[in-house]
């Protein structure tokens, strides 16, 4: 499957860059220990040659992740759905990049064409998106990377698909998988599976259920 017919498939985002916008710096306050994404950032920053480009996709708020590797020195990139986000996040890294679009608009002579990357990070992004997506997003984000480009992707562990759930006084939907297919979705999409952490995750809003966090570190294969 490539990124041909990402285009095409209807996308419902309904509500979801809402949310986000309300919540705005809430989630880093619920989320306030992010040890997983460091590490994984740490792995990215330090792995990647000196002043690489690197797009951090479902950016947020900017931290930790895309302030992170700007001060590891790489040309960054953020983009996200959300518009708050995205504010608070020139705010907080404005050596970086920031753009607002659509995992589905980033791809060459599309609406949101930003070229090609060293490495991407996609912490939590992806599972926003319904399952029928993921793996178009995949492709979409192998197709931006680099030959032999890096990609740290991380989700939750969760048997779900489009799942609504209450997330800080909004509404959400969210998709997941067992690590063992996410494994599988993640190498069909032409990527090797480097290393994987794992992480029981306990945030401090009890709005936000615990979780365990998956993190891939991966490499793009032709």
């Not at 040890?35 to 480009?53: E, I, K, V």
């Not at 952490?197 to 991966?218: G, I, K, M, R």
Request: some cysteine; glycine content about 12%.
């Amino acid at each position: 499957m490539g990124t041909g017919g990402y285009e095409d498939i209807k996308r419902d985002r309904g509500g979801q860059a809402e949310a986000f916008d309300a919540i705005g710096d809430r989630y880093d306050e619920a989320f306030p220990h992010k040890d997983g994404q460091l590490t994984a950032g740490r792995w990215l920053a330090g792995t990647l040659p000196a002043g690489s480009r690197v797009l951090d996709l479902g950016c947020g708020t900017g931290l930790p992740s895309t302030r992170q590797l700007a001060e590891a020195g790489h040309r960054v990139v953020g983009v996200d759905l959300s518009a708050g986000m995205l504010a608070l996040a020139a705010r907080y890294v404005p050596e970086a990049e920031f753009h607002q679009g659509d995992i589905a608009d980033l791809r060459p002579g599309g609406p949101l064409d930003l070229g090609r990357f060293d490495g991407v990070a996609a912490f939590f992004s992806l599972l926003m998106l319904p399952r029928a997506e993921i793996p178009y997003a995949l492709r979409a984000i192998h197709d931006l990377l680099e030959p032999a480009g890096l990609f740290i992707l991380s989700m939750v562990e969760a048997d779900v698909d489009d799942f609504a759930i209450p997330f800080l006084g909004n509404t959400i939907r969210v998709s997941g998988y067992l690590r063992d297919d996410l494994h599988q979705v993640v190498a069909d999409a032409g990527f090797e599976v480097i290393e994987e952490e794992s992480y029981a995750y306990a945030p401090a809003s009890t709005d936000v259920p615990p979780e365990e966090q998956l993190f891939l570190y991966c490499r793009r294969r032709a």
